[in-house]
C-alpha cells in the first residue's frame, strides 16, 4: 500500500514501516497520524505480513514527537480530541495481534517515545534519546505516556522523567527497561528482523494470545489472571497447540499453521 508519509517494504513476512518526514525529524501531524492508522488496517487485513518494525527516516530521529505547529490551532476541547485520537491510533499497536517491533534510529520524544511504548518490542541504536519533554511546552503527555512509561520504568524514574522533561541516552533506556536491547545504528534493522524472526517460528495464535493476556493486566475493564485461564483454554482448540505438542514428543521441530 502506498501511503504520503511512510515508506513500507515487505520481506520475509516482516513489513518495515518508515516515518518519512526527515525535514521536520518525522514529527507526528494529522497526515502521519491518518497513516499510521492505515498501517494497522494493512497489518491486520494482510495474511503476508506477520510482524511490523517501525522506524524513522533519517539518521538524526525516530519520531520528534506531535508536530508542535499543529498546537496552537486548538482550543481545549479540541487537544482532548487530539488526545484521544493518539491514544486511539496508539493502541492499535498495543493490540495488534502480530508484533510489533520500534526500531528507535534517533530522537523518540513526546510522541515518538509514547509511540515506541505502544509497540510489544523496542530495539535502539546507540544513538537514540528518549523523553517526555511536553512540560517544556506547557503541556503533558497525551498519547498514553503517563500511563506506559510508568508501566515500563516505574513510578519514580517516569515522574523524574516527565517532569524535568529532559532526554535519556539508549543505554540508560535499556537499564531502566524502556528498550529490551541496544544495539549500533548499522545493526539495528538486522537485530530487529533476527529478534522477530525468532517470535516468528513460534506459534502465531500462542503469541496472539500472550500479547492479549499481557495488555489484560493494565485493562481496567478485566481480570487479567481471569483473562489469563481463558486463552490459555483457548489454545487447546488450536491446530498450532496439537503440532507444537506433537512435535515435541515426536522430538521435531514444530511447524506451525497459525490456526
Ligand atoms: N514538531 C514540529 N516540528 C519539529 C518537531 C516537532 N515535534 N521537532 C523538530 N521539528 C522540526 C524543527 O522545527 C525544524 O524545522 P525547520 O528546519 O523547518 O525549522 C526541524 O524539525 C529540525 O529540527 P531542529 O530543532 O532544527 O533540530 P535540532 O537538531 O537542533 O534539535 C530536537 C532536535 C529534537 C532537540 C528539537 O527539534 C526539539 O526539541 N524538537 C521538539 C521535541 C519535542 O518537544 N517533542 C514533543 C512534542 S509534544
New binding site residues.
Partial sequence: MLYATLLTDLSEGILTATVNRP???N?LNHQVMADLEMLMDEVAACADVKALILTGAGE??FV??????EFLAADAAGASRMAQRGQDVFARFEQSPKPVLAAVNG?A???GCELAMSCHLRIASESARFGQ??V??G?IPGYGGTQRLTRLVGRGKALEWMMSGQMIDAHEAHARGLVNHVTSPKELLPESRKLLSVILSRSPTAIARVIAAVNASHDGRIDGFEEEVRLFGECSGTEDMKEGVTAFLEKRKPIFPGR
Avoid at 64 to 69: Q, V, Y
Fill in positions: 525535514e521536520k525529524l514529527a538524526k530521529s520528534a514527537g506531535a508536530d508542535i505547529s530522537f520524544l513526546g510522541g519533554p511536553e517544556n511546552l503541556i
